[in-house]
């Protein structure tokens, strides 16, 4: 069940706002752990406290989380939650806070075979900035990898692999390595398939995923 909005009083923002923000935290190491109906809850909870907290920037990162927890558990709100991160971006509210979730509606947009509305996410003019940069350029090697360019894909999803190794985001170093890995394999290319996805598990087991 999706909370719903609750409006607060502005002196209870900054309440609203740590609350939020932790349970979002709790949910994502719950979600990594493989703790997902604990995490759901925590992220239910967050969720309700960004909403009434009525800060753009604790809503995105917590839609992303409760969404990430919905898509583990193969929920369709997964898919809801998505959509209002969509409709937040197209309405403007969103425009500083894209690099706490650009990747990951990425993914779940593609997921979800909607590849016209990745595909907008990914154009939007983005004005330089290193980690929109590097979500971009990973969101269009998946993109490729979804369409059957697997050859494309892997080339991205390698320069990708580099690029947040030096930007140092390990989660997003991840992904790249599971994405370089599955076009690897689809192009018959198990040995090198198998070492990004040694290199991905070897991630997982530091970041304690399971």
Known sequence: MIP????????????????SETRALAARRLLH??????????AQGALEAARRGLQTDDLVNVLVTAMLVANAQNDPVARILCSELDRMDRSGSIHRGRDLCLSDVVRQLLQDDEFALARRWLDVPH??????????????????EAEGHHDEAAQGYEQAIADWRTYGSVPEQFEA?????????????????ETHLQAARNIAARLGRV
């Open 4 to 19: 719903t909005d609750i409006s607060a009083s502005a002196g209870e923002h900054e309440d609203f706002s740590e609350f």
């Open 127 to 144: 004005h330089g900035e290193k980690r929109i940069q590097l979500m971009v350029q990973t969101g269009r090697a998946a993109l490729a």
């Open 33 to 42: 752990t493989g703790e997902l109906e604990a995490a759901w809850h925590m």
């Open 177 to 193: 390595l599971i994405g370089a890995a599955r076009s690897k394999l689809n192009l018959g290319h198990q040995t090198a398939g």
